[in-house]
Nanobody, 123 residues
Framework: QVQLVESGGGLVQPGGSLRLSCAAS????????IGWFRQAPGKEREAVSC????????YYADSMKGRFTISRDNAKNTVYLQMNSLKPEDTAVYYC????????????????WGQGTQVTVSP
């Protein structure tokens, strides 16, 4: 069983920054890809970024490149999502998830999910 807990969301003005955290616990050994997804009201869940914990390679959805950075802290079993130059359209609930099936941008390929953290970008 893998547990994922997100934190770091909140209200930020356009152009601001936030850093989200995804703390992992449990037997995560086989679930070596951690992904960040987001879901806005009335929209489908979409991929933001993911990281392969085996080789630390990182991947970004095209629309997120340049503004978002995914990273890890092995000692803390935590994956971060640094979000800069935030826009109102980034407003969503952000989730982290774990997959053992390789790098993927598809939510259905991820086995374990956190509860989500709300990010609101507004003046």
């Amino acid at each position: 069983q893998v547990q994922l807990v997100e934190s770091g969301g909140g209200l930020v003005q356009p152009g601001g920054s936030l850093r989200l955290s995804c703390a992992a616990s449990g037997f995560i050994g086989n679930y070596y890809v951690i992904g960040w997804f987001r879901q806005a009201p009335g929209k489908e869940r979409e991929a933001v970024s993911c990281i392969n914990l085996l080789d630390s390679n990182t991947y970004y959805a095209d629309s997120m490149k340049g503004r978002f950075t995914i990273s890890r802290d092995n000692a803390k079993n935590t994956v971060y999502l640094q979000m800069n130059s935030l826009k109102p359209e980034d407003t969503a609930v952000y989730y982290c998830a774990a997959s053992g099936g390789g790098v993927s941008y598809l939510p259905q390929d991820y086995r374990y999910w956190g509860q989500g953290t709300q990010v609101t970008v507004s003046p």
